[in-house]
């Protein structure tokens, strides 16, 4: 799949906006993580998610160990038919299609799928918590996502992600790698 970042959400609506974030630090089957990602990309679409924009691929030093392998990440906002719930199921399907073997918490994982945000729902869903309780302290999740919409507002504070990005204190060191890179 090319990349979409040329086209990003733009003028885009982004109060309805449906956030996923990928990552990856164990290339699991695929020749490199960039490589699995780009699967998820697809298998996503397969399950009928259309890709709107997608960010580029941003690496950071896995957390909380840095000697484990170095993250790659992103963010992709989508559209679906689908409600939160049924989407973290798709999102819970393609991490197991792919290789996803849940061990300890924060363990080097073939491939991460989490719900950001959908739209402007904030609250416990029977368990599913939106907008993603981290997420707005994660620089390898706003800057990715202030990438593509740097003027989406989270549902809670109405901070937009380029401010988020700015204020995140997880992950400093996250920054934008060059195509090609695993």
């Known amino acids: 799949m090319s990349s979409q970042k040329s086209d990003p959400v733009g003028n885009r609506d982004l109060a309805d906006a449906v956030i996923v974030a990928l990552?990856?630090?164990?290339?699991?089957?695929?020749?490199?993580?960039?490589k699995g990602l780009e699967a998820a990309l697809l298998q996503l679409q397969q399950a009928g998610i259309k890709i709107v924009a997608r960010s580029s691929w941003w690496q950071s030093m896995a957390w909380p160990d840095p000697a484990d392998p170095p993250f790659l990440n992103g963010v992709a906002v989508v559209e679906t038919a689908l409600d939160?719930?049924?989407?973290?199921?798709?999102?819970?399907?393609?991490?197991?299609?792919?290789?996803?073997?849940?061990?300890?918490?924060?363990?080097?994982?073939?491939?991460?799928?989490?719900?950001?945000?959908?739209g402007r729902i904030s609250g416990d869903l029977d368990g599913l918590y939106l907008p993603h309780p981290r997420a707005r302290e994660r620089l390898f999740v706003m800057g990715p996502l202030a990438e593509i919409a740097p003027e989406w507002r989270h549902p809670d504070n109405g901070e937009t992600a380029r401010d988020l990005a700015a204020r995140a204190s997880v992950g400093m060191d996250a920054a934008p790698v060059d195509q090609g890179a695993s």
């Open 23 to 34: 990552g990856t630090n164990d290339k699991g089957k695929f020749a490199t993580c960039e």
């Open 84 to 118: 939160p719930k049924a989407l973290m199921g798709a999102l819970s399907r393609i991490e197991d299609d792919l290789g996803r073997v849940r061990s300890r918490r924060n363990a080097p994982r073939t491939l991460d799928l989490d719900l950001i945000a959908y």
